[in-house]
């Protein structure tokens, strides 16, 4: 179970979906702020690439998170490279 008050190590969410990140943060004991883009929820290519504690940080429960996304080029969740 949970407790509340009590340190909550913060996952790496670099990397992962808006919608994947924002339920683990929640699921962890974390309040979330988007940062990057509004419609963050259907936006299947944005994916996170910082957030404001550093992965493996312990903090307090409840402790707001922002998280930075960036849209892909495309929805595969592979970035785009440039032909030469």
Same mark, same amino acid.
């Given at each position: %179970?949970?407790? *509340? @008050?009590?340190?909550? @190590?913060? *996952?790496?969410l670099?990397?992962? =979906? &808006? &919608?994947? &990140?924002?339920?683990t943060l +929640?699921k962890?004991?974390?309040?979330?702020? $988007? &940062?990057?883009?509004?419609n963050?929820t259907?936006?299947?290519?944005?994916t996170? $690439? !910082? #957030?404001? #504690? @550093?992965?493996?940080? +312990?903090?307090?429960a %409840? =402790?707001? $998170?922002t +998280?930075?996304? #960036?849209? +892909? /080029?495309?929805? !595969?969740? =592979? =970035?785009?490279? /440039? @032909? /030469?």
């Amino acid at each position: %179970g949970s407790r *509340p @008050e009590a340190d909550c @190590e913060v *996952p790496d969410l670099v990397g992962m =979906t &808006a &919608a994947a &990140a924002r339920s683990t943060l +929640l699921k962890s004991g974390f309040n979330v702020k $988007i &940062a990057g883009t509004r419609n963050y929820t259907s936006g299947t290519g944005a994916t996170v $690439i !910082s #957030q404001s #504690q @550093e992965p493996g940080t +312990l903090v307090p429960a %409840g =402790t707001v $998170i922002t +998280l930075d996304f #960036q849209y +892909l /080029e495309n929805d !595969s969740g =592979t =970035t785009v490279s /440039e @032909e /030469e």
